[in-house]
């Protein structure tokens, strides 16, 4: 009955001539839940949602604690409520990409934010729900895009809006259910601005291929096959920078055969690589589990895999390297927009573990600036500059002052709690990062012997959605300084640290001087130096 009811208002909502509908309406919070869509009469709300979590776990409405489901007017107060929805029901248990339509009472003219109440724990609800239009860019493109496979929905999000955080990244995104193996979407753009698209059901597992394309003024085709990693784009720049990609690929795949040859023939890992790849399997301390496996990871290639080995991967990096060589002469010759991701890309790398692997550097710097001067108002132009301002944090510059809330909410600057000290830990973490926190608690003892004696230590969090994960870690782990928190990289406080998208990292710093003395140390380095400036 309640089905034929629902069916009823959603014939009698398409046949309203006062309907009122705002696509991708904005949204203070959003996560398991997400609204594409609202449609207004003066009979009936309908939101066009998306629900989704991670294979291994499910999520389940059964409203507040009254049981009750509605949406909250923020002017009047009232509760507009939860008439019934298609494709879910209350108190029944749902997996994966769930899109689904959700009908309420007709909300009066006096609200033009709602809350979406759909269950007791803040993650199934939607906060600051606007029923009016978003404010665009100066321009829109319209993205027509095909979707191959079975994906159920897409998220389709700002490049400067995904990043390591991609679990917050949902805020910011529009998130598309995909109808007859695709979907349409207007989006905001000052130009030509960067997106990236990713499959819901592999942005629930973080595991996941990004579609990025350059959204420019107008309309471009976008076709994604998700599971195959595979892409095509109309528009000049976004065929360039596809083409650049593939340029890259072609080399690699050159040499998988040999790769997997080598492998299967046990001829891949040095005899050094693989006992320490061994030990760190067996060890059963987490931390002296991840140390093992820094090192492993960090070995130079000529140390960690087999003499055959290397040499195929030294002809491959070989070609790698030329072929940057001439795109970024390229990129030179003719500066556009479509060689920026390539330039970006060069760039952001030898900031990573993998550093200047091409010897790229002095080729490299002249044109990224080149390029973050010329695409100034571009997003990921500005991303670059970020990237050239926060390569100046290194041993022996200064360090970069900042202010930031602790858990409570009230608000430090950096540079006054380090005040009189004689030596300072940064410690930038996450409650979600394991190496963070065993790196962390080895540093106690080290500030319980020399806090007195002029050691000081203020830790950051980088944190998701809200501070549950963190106010149990802090409690469990048992800090015993100044705890920080970044919520949601409001202050982008990795990025100018140059800490990337990594969950954390650690500077050690003379503040009399306000120099950078040591980065990402080892405990023992760090002991070293509280020893050496503080007895």
């Known amino acids: 009955m309640k089905r034929i009811l629902l069916m009823f208002v959603l014939v009698l909502l398409s046949s309203c001539g006062g309907k009122k509908v705002i696509e991708y309406p904005s949204v203070e919070t959003q996560s398991v839940l997400t609204v594409n869509r609202v449609e207004l009469t003066d009979s009936v709300t309908v939101l066009h949602t998306v629900a989704q979590t991670n294979p291994a776990g499910w999520f389940r409405f059964d409203g507040d604690e009254q049981g009750e489901c509605y949406l909250l007017g923020r002017g009047s107060g009232k509760k507009y409520m939860f008439r019934g929805s298609e494709q879910m029901e209350l108190g029944k248990k749902y997996s994966g990409v769930v899109p689904m339509t959700l009908c309420f009472d007709p909300i009066g003219s006096e609200d033009k934010i709602v809350d979406v109440i759909m269950d007791k724990s803040e993650t199934l609800n939607v906060k600051g ?9 100066p321009y829109t493109c319209h993205v027509k895009a095909k979707i191959e496979g079975d994906t159920k929905a897409v998220m389709v999000c700002r490049y400067d809006n995904f990043d ?4 917050g990244a949902v805020r910011h995104s529009f998130i598309a259910p995909v109808v007859d193996g695709g979907f349409e979407i207007d ?9 990236v698209m990713v499959a819901m059901e592999d942005y629930v597992r973080s595991a996941m291929w990004v579609c990025e394309f350059i959204a420019q003024k107008g309309e471009i085709d976008v076709t994604c096959n998700f599971k195959e990693n595979d892409k095509q784009l109309s528009g000049k720049d976004n065929i360039l920078m596809t ?5 890259g690929i072609d080399i690699s795949m050159k040499y998988m055969d040999d790769f997997e040859r080598l492998r299967n023939e046990g001829l891949s890992e040095s005899d050094y690589a693989k006992q320490l790849r061994l030990q760190a399997e067996a060890e059963k301390d987490r931390g002296k589990r991840m140390d093992l496996y820094n090192i492993l990871n960090t070995l130079p290639d000529s140390v960690r895999y087999c003499p055959e ?3 195929v991967r030294l002809q491959q990096t070989e070609e790698l390297k030329k072929l940057q060589y001439e795109i970024i002469e390229e990129a030179v010759a003719n500066v556009s927009i479509g060689y920026l991701d390539f330039v970006s890309n060069m760039y952001s790398m030898l900031q990573s573990p993998f550093g200047d692997r091409f010897e790229l550097r002095g080729k490299i710097e002249p044109v990224a600036q080149l390029y973050a001067e010329k695409f100034a108002n571009n997003n990921k132009g500005k991303r670059l500059a970020e990237y050239i301002e926060a390569s100046k944090v290194k041993v022996g510059n200064k360090y970069i002052d900042f202010e930031a809330p602790d858990m409570e909410g009230d608000m430090f600057r950096f540079s006054q709690m380090i005040k009189g000290s004689r030596i300072v830990v940064l410690d930038l973490w996450a409650s979600w990062c394991g190496p963070c926190r065993v790196q962390a608690m080895k540093n106690i003892p080290i500030y319980e012997k020399y806090k007195d004696k002029g050691m000081c230590v203020v830790s950051v969090a980088r944190e998701r959605n809200n501070l549950v994960g963190l106010e149990k870690a802090v409690a469990k782990d048992g800090y015993k300084w100044p705890v920080l928190v970044e919520l949601d990289d409001r202050i982008n406080l990795w990025r100018q640290y140059n800490a990337g998208d990594s969950g954390g990292s650690i500077y050690v710093i003379d503040p009399a001087t306000k120099k950078i003395l040591a980065i990402n140390p080892t405990t023992e380095e760090i002991e070293a130096l509280v020893k050496k400036y503080c007895e």
């Open 164 to 167: 390591g955080n991609i679990s």
């Open 129 to 137: 729900l606007s029923l009016q239009r978003r404010k665009c860019e």
């Open 309 to 311: 080995y290397y040499a």
């Open 187 to 195: 989006l905001p753009t000052s130009g030509d601005d960067f997106y």
């Open 243 to 247: 083409e650049l990609t593939q340029r």
